[in-house]
């Protein structure tokens, strides 16, 4: 089985529970997954399976038929067990997705995980970066230098969240509470298997951007970001 995502990890699940939610482990005839639940008005929840299940199809010698049919069955004790409204995976590889789309899971209109994602290689130099990156991109980058936008490393979260306050207000979307990103800047400091850092870009010592930037497996990603107007 190839890296899991880090939202199928350990250290993921442990910082869910850190906020109150309930993790659920599934990991049998080489079928792994880590379901988390949410709590949602009224009462009610959901179990959510984030970049998962995680499938590993060349452990499966008699075949993947019977161990998602234990899969699935699994699932559907479990959210009765409690309570829940729906049960929601997000598979980050297509196979996965065809065999839950065979047992019966149904393509939702609302994506929590980003269907699309961009990765970047920075073994590479800077000139074959540039190369490769959309002119206007490459154009945005010039501006920034010529206007001397810095970028350091800043865990501020108050300063974070006004930024983002901002942003979604400007941009008509939800936050998550100031205590989780407080929560996410804590749980993963530096020297745990993963960690996480604001990287703060400024103009004459004005904040105008920031990013929560989460490393994994020699992997950099892209968690939440905000700016000013």
């Known amino acids: 089985m190839s890296t899991p995502s880090f939202l199928q990890t350990k250290d993921w699940s442990e910082f869910q529970k850190s906020l ?7 990991n049998k005839d080489g079928i ?3 379901i988390i639940k949410h709590n949602v008005p009224f009462h009610k929840n959901y179990l959510y399976i984030p970049h998962g299940p995680e499938i590993d199809f060349n ?9 998602s ?4 069955k699994y699932l559907r004790e479990l959210g009765k067990d409690q309570k829940s409204i729906f049960i929601k995976a997000e598979p980050s590889i297509d196979n996965v997705a065809q065999i839950l789309a065979e047992n019966k899971f149904r393509k939702s ?6 269907g699309k994602t961009v990765i970047i290689n920075l073994e590479k130099n800077e000139n074959e970066l540039l190369k490769n ?3 206007k991109t490459r154009y945005n980058i010039g501006v920034a230098q010529r206007c ?4 350091n490393e800043n865990n501020d979260t108050k300063l974070f969240w006004k930024l983002i306050k901002g942003t979604a207000k400007r941009d008509k979307f939800y936050t998550h509470d100031k205590e989780y990103y407080e929560k996410l800047l804590e749980f993963f400091e530096s020297g745990k298997g993963m960690n996480t850092k604001i990287f703060m870009a400024s103009h004459e010592n004005n904040p105008v951007a920031a990013a929560i930037i989460l490393m994994h ?13």
């Open 20 to 26: 109150g939610r309930e993790v659920f482990e599934y």
């Open 32 to 34: 792994r997954a880590h």
């Open 59 to 67: 452990s499966m010698t008699g075949g993947f038929k019977n161990p």
């Open 69 to 72: 049919i234990n899969f699935i």
């Open 109 to 114: 209109k609302r994506e929590i995980q980003p």
């Open 133 to 135: 990156m959309h002119h």
């Open 148 to 151: 001397d936008i810095r970028v």
């Open 217 to 229: 497996e020699g992997t950099g990603y892209y968690l939440h970001g905000a700016s000013d107007y």
